[in-house]
Nanobody
Framework: QVRLVASGGGSVQAGGSLKLSCAASGSIDSIKSVGWFRQAPGLEREWVASIWRGGQRFTNDSVKGRFTISQDNPKNTVYLQMNRLKPEDTAMYYC?????????????????WGLGTQVTVSS
C-alpha cells in the first residue's frame, strides 16, 4: 500500500506563491509516477502536473510556466511550486500515485490518493 500526505496549502493574494508537498510512505518502490490534481467547487477534478520516477515531467498547459513539479527521492516527497497564483487557481489540491503504469494526466491510472490541501487565492 502507498500512503500520501499532501500539505502546504493556504491563503494567498493573487500574484503570490505556494509550495505544496506530497509525502509518500509504505510501498515506495512500487511508485512509478506521482501526479497533482485539483478540484474547485462545482467543477470536475483537473490534472495539474505529473512526474515519473525517472524525472520526466508533464504539466497542464493551463499552468505551464507558473507551476513546477519536482521530487526529492531521498525524502520520498514530490513538490508543486506554484508561482504567480491567480484566483482561478483556488481549489483543493490532491496528490496521487500510480504503481502499475507510468501515468500522466489520466486520473484513472492513479489508484492511490491522499487527502487534499486547500489553496485559496484572493484578488
Amino acid at each position: 500500500q502507498v500512503r500520501l500526505v499532501a500539505s502546504g496549502g493556504g491563503s494567498v493574494q493573487a500574484g503570490g506563491s505556494l509550495k505544496l508537498s506530497c509525502a509518500a510512505s509504505g510501498s515506495i518502490d512500487s511508485i512509478k509516477s506521482v501526479g497533482w490534481f485539483r478540484q474547485a467547487p462545482g467543477l470536475e477534478r483537473e490534472w495539474v502536473a505529473s512526474i515519473w520516477r525517472g524525472g520526466q515531467r508533464f504539466t497542464n498547459d493551463s499552468v505551464k510556466g507558473r507551476f513546477t513539479i519536482s521530487q526529492d527521492n531521498p525524502k520520498n516527497t514530490v513538490y508543486l511550486q506554484m508561482n504567480r497564483l491567480k484566483p482561478e487557481d483556488t481549489a483543493m489540491y490532491y496528490c496521487a500515485a500510480a504503481t502499475a503504469v507510468y501515468a500522466a494526466s489520466n486520473e484513472g491510472e492513479y489508484p492511490h490518493w491522499g487527502l487534499g490541501t486547500q489553496v485559496t487565492v484572493s484578488s
